[in-house]
Structure formats: C-alpha cells, structure tokens
C-alpha cells in the first residue's frame, strides 16, 4: 500500500502534532510502505487573514519537515526542496 499525502494540515501544527500524525500513516502501512508527502515551503509562518477567518501558518523547511516524517518511523528516500517540499519515504520496520 502506497500512501498519499499533500499534507494541509501540516501548515497548522507543531512539530509533535506532524510526528504524530505520520505516526498513524505508519502504523497503517506495512513494513516497506512508500509515503509520498508534500506541503508549501514558501511564505512565511503566523497568522494571515482569509476571507473565511484568520489562520495561523507554519512554513516548513525541508529539512524540518523531512525530520517530522522521519521521527515518525519512515526511512526517508528523497526530499525535493521547491515552494512546495516534497518528501518519498519507506516505512521502516
């Protein structure tokens, strides 16, 4: 099973919130698992005002967000840093 992901949550939440959630994808896929994540890298992190409310915003260095996933229990395979980080991860185990 191959999971998917573009991760909008992942704007909103801390560090252990982020480690947390990839947790329960990697108790959902097997060992060998493939995880593809990704989420915007550009910006910058605080409140913004949208026309449904104002929201708070976290922005994401890849680096940072590869550690999220892999603290989660996946091996991580490749992260391309652009506007929007992406991450391919294995689950480890």
């Known amino acids: 099973m191959t999971s998917s992901t573009t991760f909008p949550g992942g704007r909103n939440l801390d560090t252990a919130d982020v480690v947390d959630v990839f947790g329960q994808f990697a108790r ?33 260095n890849p680096d940072e967000f590869a550690a999220a996933v892999a ?21 480890s185990g």
Do not use: H, I, M, N
């Open 28 to 60: 959902l896929l097997r060992s060998g698992g493939r995880l593809y994540a990704c989420l915007k890298a550009d910006g910058r992190t605080g409140w913004l005002d949208e026309p449904d409310g104002r929201r708070w915003y976290r922005v994401w």
């Open 71 to 91: 603290g989660a229990g996946f091996t991580v395979d490749g992260v391309d840093p652009g506007p929007y980080v992406e991450v391919w991860a294995t689950r």
